[in-house]
C-alpha cells in the first residue's frame, strides 16, 4: 500500500503541475494546442483544452517517474520511506520545472519566430507569422517542463536511495554497542 500511495503521490503531481502549466500555456499561444497536437476534443475553449491535455500529457509521466521513485523508497531492508516524506522533495522538483518552463518560454519568446519556419514549415503555414514567437515559447515552456522533470526524477529517485542509506547509517550507529575504555591492565 506505501509503495501505491508513493505512486499516486507522483502522478498526482504532475497532473496538477500539468493541469496548471497548461493553463498558463494555452493563454500564450492557443495554437500550440489547437494546431500543435492532435485533435482529441472538438472545442476551441482554452480552459476546456488546457484541463484535457493537462491529463492526458502528464499522468504518464508521474507513472514512469513514480515507479523509480517507489522503488528506491520502499525496496530492501534499509528504513523505508512513506508517501509524506517524499512530499517537499517532488514539491520542490515541481517548482524547479516551473522557474525552467518559464524561463525557456520566455527566453524562446524573444525569437522572432525563425526557427519555426526553418524547423517545422508545416505548423508555420497553419499558424499566423505574428504568433509563430508564442508558439515557440510554448514549446519551449513545454520541452523544458518534461527535460527538468525526467532528469528531476532520476535525481529524486537517487537523493531518496542516499537518504535510506543515511538513515541506516543512523540506525546501526544507534545500535553499535560503544567501545569500552581500558586502563592498561
Known sequence: MAFAKILLLSIAAAI?????HDQ???RVCI???????PRIIASEDPTILALLWGLVATWWAGLIIGVPLALAARVGSWPKLEAPALIPSVVGLLLVMAICAASAGILAGRTNGAVMVREAPELAA??????HHLFIAAWAAHSASYAVGFLGGIALTIVTVVRRLRLEGKARARQE?????????
Open 177 to 185: 554497542p560503544r567501545p569500552t575504555m581500558h586502563d592498561g591492565n
Open 126 to 131: 497553419a499558424i499566423s507569422p505574428e504568433r
Open 16 to 20: 496538477v503541475y500539468g493541469l496548471v
Open 31 to 37: 495554437e500550440y494546442f489547437t494546431i500543435g497536437h
Open 24 to 26: 498558463i500555456t494555452v
